[in-house]
């Protein structure tokens, strides 16, 4: 079955960095465009970034634009973000996501939390 299990989340001061990584089996990886969402406390959840199946195309949130990269490693069945700059108001838990077939699956989520 579809497993995406996420990791790299922790505490950070502002302006620090944090890389993530979403591990996927279970599927044809490298069929799929994929995505990194977060639900920030008293938030409805957003989506950060997404990648097409084969990298060459990726798409950010306005919030994080030029802060954040999303890359994948088709070959690891792996997809990252690196998160530098950050702030306060990227606290939250992220989330890795597939849609297959009109179906969402998620990731346990990594808490990812700045302060200072």
């Known amino acids: 079955q579809v497993q995406l299990v996420e990791s790299g989340g922790g505490l950070v001061q502002p302006g620090g960095s944090l890389r993530l990584s979403c591990a996927a089996s279970g599927f044809s990886f490298s069929d799929y465009a994929m995505s990194w969402y977060r639900r920030a406390p008293w938030k409805e959840r957003e989506l950060v970034a997404r990648?097409?199946?084969?990298?060459?195309?990726?798409t950010y949130a306005d919030s994080v634009k030029g802060r954040f990269t999303i890359s994948r490693d088709n070959a690891k069945n792996t997809m990252y973000l690196q998160m530098n700059s950050l702030e306060p108001e990227d606290t939250a838990v992220y989330y890795c996501?597939?849609?297959?077939?009109?179906?969402?699956?998620w990731g346990q989520g990594t808490q990812v939390t700045v302060s200072s």
């Open positions: 990648i097409t199946s084969t990298g060459g195309t990726t």
């Open positions: 996501n597939v849609r297959r077939f009109y179906v969402d699956y």
